[in-house]
């Protein structure tokens, strides 16, 4: 129990709670009421910027999921040119992140960082398609010892309004190693190489730096199971 309560929180999120928590003290002289308000806002802002410890497989040739969350969608698109992935359709597999997911981003495959590009953009719904190309984001492009390239981007959601990002171009990055966190709701891309299957399902929760998106090592591997 104590480990399910008392989750690490990441450094990112201190400056929040400790305004959270000033605001809650301010509010208690106003009006009691306002006090316990206030109090539930912290926990839950303690809450959204927690980051536990992951399992992460270790198996080579896993495409692991970057994010907490619910997989979207997933679909067969053309790129952005920023990932520097071709102009041939990829299978790409979001993943959307609510107010109440973990929001700290693993790196999905080990690698080396080859670009990194962030965009302006709008703040529509990122559970929508139209999230990827309009919404504010941060393109990664992961290469593999092997020369594979996969394609991460993060997208600010409808209330998000940051991307932020611990890596940059010639990093090298492990496989479920942080990679970086969105604040406050948004959505994760993951753009498979050609010929690669997914392994996860439409409305299926995924866990970042645990699930197992794709296998690279056997590219046809099909995923198999009931929903129920």
Not at 86 to 103: D, E, I, K, Q, Y
Not at 180 to 205: E, M, N, W
Not at 207 to 220: H, M, R, S
Request: charged share 20%.
């Amino acid at each position: 129990m104590i480990k399910i309560v008392a989750v690490p929180m990441h450094n990112e999120g201190r400056k929040f709670v400790a305004i959270f928590a000033g605001i809650t003290v301010l509010l208690s002289f106003l009006w009691e009421p306002l006090f316990w308000l206030g109090l539930g806002a912290t926990v839950w802002c303690y809450y959204f910027f927690r980051d536990p410890v992951r399992v992460i497989p270790q198996q080579k040739g896993l495409v692991l999921s970057p994010a907490d969350g619910i997989v979207s969608l997933i679909e067969d698109v053309v790129p952005s040119a920023e990932l520097d992935l071709g102009n041939a359709p990829l299978t790409r597999v979001s993943v959307f992140m609510n107010v109440f997911n973990c929001h700290v981003n693993r790196a999905p495959l080990a690698g080396k960082i080859i670009a990194v590009n962030y965009r302006h953009g709008k703040f529509v719904n990122a559970s929508l398609d139209k999230a990827s190309e309009h919404n504010e984001r941060n393109s990664i492009t992961i290469e593999a010892e092997d020369g594979a390239r996969i394609g991460v981007v993060q997208i600010a959601g409808l209330v998000a309004r940051r991307i932020v990002c611990f890596v940059g171009v010639g990093d090298g990055v492990g496989v479920g190693h942080r990679f970086g966190l969105i604040r406050f709701g948004s959505r994760l891309d993951v753009y498979l190489p050609k010929g690669v299957s997914p392994l996860v399902a439409v409305g299926q929760t995924a866990v970042a730096g645990e699930t197992v998106l794709a296998d690279l090592a056997d590219p046809t591997r099909q995923r198999t199971g009931i929903a129920e």
